[in-house]
């Protein structure tokens, strides 16, 4: 059983407080939302459900995991070079590696360690085997705080009241439950993402004419 304060570590890393600019990436749905593909909470919920089953969320677990079991620093370089070429679009691409890059700065600053600039769930993946923290709970904890973010977003967005936006977010509590201890059990040989249309959303917001959000 996960310590009381391996826990509140992890819900540190993975707070909107910490500094790597969550708020300011929707992950394509900004697009989804001005095409009408997003319109309510229930496609909301719909939207979310296939991008942690089916596209980044389980591939990111996947990358957390491989990350975490790397034997060292050259299984780790090629474990986050592979979830840089796994990226459909240069949006995608700043969104894992720009939070990925603020979240080994503070994280090595606050708690000394050698944790250069990965991507985001590679990042996280040595981190929490540096610090010694469980494996689920960590990849659990960060998909609930990936879709926690795009709930936000999408609150901003399409708009749906606060209250809603909890109901998804509790509605997609045990996907993100059940997609972690799944994907921490496979390897980079299992990566698949079937999520198309999310990805073209990351693609059109690059030329999107009015923008709030950096992907």
Known sequence: MPTDA?????????SPAYPVGA????????????????ADAAALRDWLADVLAHGAGRADAIFLAA???????????GVDAL???????????????????AFAKVTADVWPADLPALTYPVALGRAAR???????????MYLHAFTSNLVSAA???????????????????PLCETVAEAATAETPDDLSSTAF??????M????????????
Do not use: C, M
């Open 6 to 14: 391996q826990v509140l570590k992890l819900a540190q890393w993975l």
């Open 23 to 38: 708020f300011s990436y929707s992950h394509g749905l900004e697009w989804a939302v001005a095409a009408g593909e997003v």
């Open 67 to 77: 990350a975490f079991n790397a034997p060292g620093a050259e299984a780790l370089a």
């Open 83 to 101: 979830a840089r070429a796994f990226q459909p679009s240069a949006e995608r691409l700043l969104e894992t590696t720009a939070q990925g890059a």
């Open 130 to 140: 540096l610090h010694d923290l469980p494996l689920v709970l960590t990849a659990r």
């Open 155 to 173: 609150i901003r967005l399409i708009p749906i009241g606060q209250t809603d936006g909890q109901r998804v977010l509790t509605a997609l509590t």
């Open 197 to 202: 249309l999310a990805d073209i959303a990351s």
């Open 204 to 215: 059109h917001h690059e030329t999107q004419y009015s923008r709030l959000f950096r992907t």
